[in-house]
């Protein structure tokens, strides 16, 4: 009878240990999702950071300005020049209703589905192609202007 008391406390013994490591095992999970959302938060930042420095930013930034300048004036003058035709208000409304339409389609379809799955799927990708360009954005340009000078280069290490 003790033999079989003994067996029935390993077994639960052996039972609560394993659920621990399960406990265990999804907490890790959960940070490391946390970490890698950390991680891709600090590659974006550093990206976005080294983009903004550079001077082709500064060119682009300014065409972009005139660009859309010249965009703005001239939506301005052809909706000015569209309002005054008495076609446009029926256009307008049949235009409204054909976009209710296809907004409730969209809505209840597949598409919303498969759009949230290619979602998670483009994330996962935008991060590991935010490391690669991190990676030769940080190779392309000097960490300072003393590494400049001295020709000395930092290596990063990864953590992983």
């Known amino acids: 009878m003790e033999e079989k008391e003994m067996g029935t406390q390993a077994e639960a013994g052996a039972q ?5 490591q ?6 890790i999970s959960g940070q490391e999702l946390i970490q890698e959302l950390d991680r891709l938060g600090h590659k974006v ?12 930013r500064k060119h682009i930034q300014e065409d972009l300005r005139r660009g859309l300048s010249a965009l703005v004036a001239n939506l301005e003058q052809g909706l ?26 969209v809505r209840s379809s597949k598409v919303a589905q498969e759009l949230a799955a290619g979602l998670v ?10 490391d690669r360009l991190a990676a030769e954005l940080q190779e392309k340009q000097p960490t300072s202007q003393g590494d ?13």
């Open 45 to 56: 930042a550093e990206v976005v950071e080294i983009a903004w420095n550079s001077e082709q």
């Open 121 to 130: 799927q483009g994330l996962r990708a935008l991060s590991e192609r935010m």
């Open 80 to 105: 000015q020049e569209v309002s005054q035709k008495p076609q446009t208000r029926e256009i307008l409304e049949k235009a409204e209703d054909v976009a209710e339409s296809v907004g409730e389609k």
């Open 148 to 160: 400049a000078e001295t020709g000395e280069q930092e290596i990063p290490i990864d953590r992983e």
């Open 16 to 20: 609560e240990e394993q659920a621990r």
């Open 22 to 27: 399960e406990s265990h095992q999804e907490r």
